[in-house]
């Protein structure tokens, strides 16, 4: 049963890093891009990055490029998400998302490419 599972999530204070983990069971993570989605109350989930299968290709929503950095480690089943510089707008329930082609979409980081999805974990940036 193909299972996602994150974690890392908590508070932080206005410029500090989290590090975020998903957890991949039930299925060959090698032949799979994956990808991070975050979402507030009230408000539609947006992508925030994407990783190729083989990590040759790396994508990121505008707002996150430069603080932000998605890897994979294939043998151990395991995708990250490395934030830093963090603001209080990128509050949000974190989501691990796998889709079903080795890389990226084309265009844009949208729920509709992806397949598979995790439960979530909290990331409150706030002083």
């Known amino acids: 049963q193909l299972q996602l599972v994150e974690s890392g999530g908590g508070l932080v204070q206005p410029g500090g890093s989290l590090r975020l983990s998903c957890a991949a069971s039930?299925?060959?993570?090698?032949?799979?891009?994956m990808g991070w989605f975050r979402q507030v109350p009230g408000k539609e989930r947006e992508g925030v990055s994407c990783?190729?299968?083989?990590?040759?290709?790396?994508m990121y929503e505008d707002s996150v490029k430069g603080r932000f950095t998605i890897s994979r480690d294939n043998a151990k089943k395991m995708v990250y998400l490395e934030m830093n510089s963090l603001k209080p707008e990128d509050t949000a329930v974190y989501y691990c998302?796998?889709?079903?082609?080795?890389?990226?979409?084309?265009?844009?980081?949208?729920?509709?490419?992806?397949?598979?999805w995790g439960q979530g974990t909290q990331v409150t940036v706030s002083s």
């Open positions: 998302a796998a889709r079903g082609f080795d890389t990226c979409p084309r265009d844009a980081i949208k729920v509709a490419f992806f397949g598979a």
């Open positions: 039930g299925f060959t993570l090698d032949y799979f891009a």
């Open positions: 990783i190729s299968s083989d990590s040759e290709g790396t």
